[in-house]
């Protein structure tokens, strides 16, 4: 997605460690008429797919998938990073490693909310080295449902998670792919 | 918002500790084209206020924010519940205390995302003893900005903190108000 490498060009920063900083417009102020936008360019790569349900985890990945949501008038379901006083009843539980704090958390999501009846569209903010991607579709085995894909708004491909969930033969479509990156460059792979 | 009782009738449930339970459509599974109805309302209500920003706490006020931004066409900034590896640089910073987990946590907003030009509409998914909206004021007073009002989907009006802020003059409007609510029954404000 053209606007969006141009966006990451303009607006992103490279911070120690190989993040990728896009507080501006996707992790700590939303640039809300771009998501939608992005969300509509999820909607059009996934047109044909029987998708029940869009599957995320808590937080940065709420609002991409809401936007693809609301353009394919879906219901989100989006994984909790810990147990809340709030969650009550059986749930699916994984735990996945994050990358970007250096630390292992568990994600639960409840069973009233997926069944083996959905076909399951799973969006997250990034894809690096393909972790959270993975638990979340622990998660829909668990559940006995179907992953029709997943799509990801910015994809380090240099980290190999989404090369390694392709060769898998999983569905694995990313808005932007970052190729390389450091402080002073920056280059996307040729979609 | 009828529409709003009507869905809290059906699928809310009232947990122990005065816990409304609306997972199904607003804390876990998000019914998105129902948040972007409820979006719409809020954006009905404030028409023709000069807002610039809609500023949120993660993670459940996230979706609303989000539906209410999508039709007035405005950035979200949302408040962090702790420093993370992502946010660098200066931050406004308040505490609030989570009536839910029962716990004091700290709420951070990059400086660079809220500056005294901004009116800003705080949005969230429930407001109960006002503590978090208290805290968004107080990270808005502290940027210098104004405050335009607040906008909850689920205000718990036996709880007494929407009904604290109007009394100091700041315009709180909710989508829908529990003046009671038991294990078997439920009633609303009048509005």
Known sequence: MKSLEEKILKEGTV?????LKVASFLNHQLDVDFIMEMGKEIARIFKGEKI???LTVETSG??????AAAQMHLPVVF?????????????YKTVVHSYTHGVDYNIVVSCDFLSGDDKVLIIDDFLANGKALIGLIDIVNQAGAEVVGCSCAIEKGFQGGGDFLRAKG???ESL??????SDDSLT????
């Open 79 to 91: 994984a909790k990073k810990h147990k809340s006083g709030n969650l009550s009843g059986d749930m």
């Open 62 to 67: 709420i609002a991409i998938a809401m936007g």
């Open 52 to 54: 029940t349900k869009i």
């Open 188 to 191: 996307f792979r040729s979609m």
């Open 15 to 19: 911070l120690p460690g190989n993040i």
């Open 170 to 172: 999983i569905r694995v």
């Open 176 to 181: 932007a792919i970052v190729e390389s990156m």
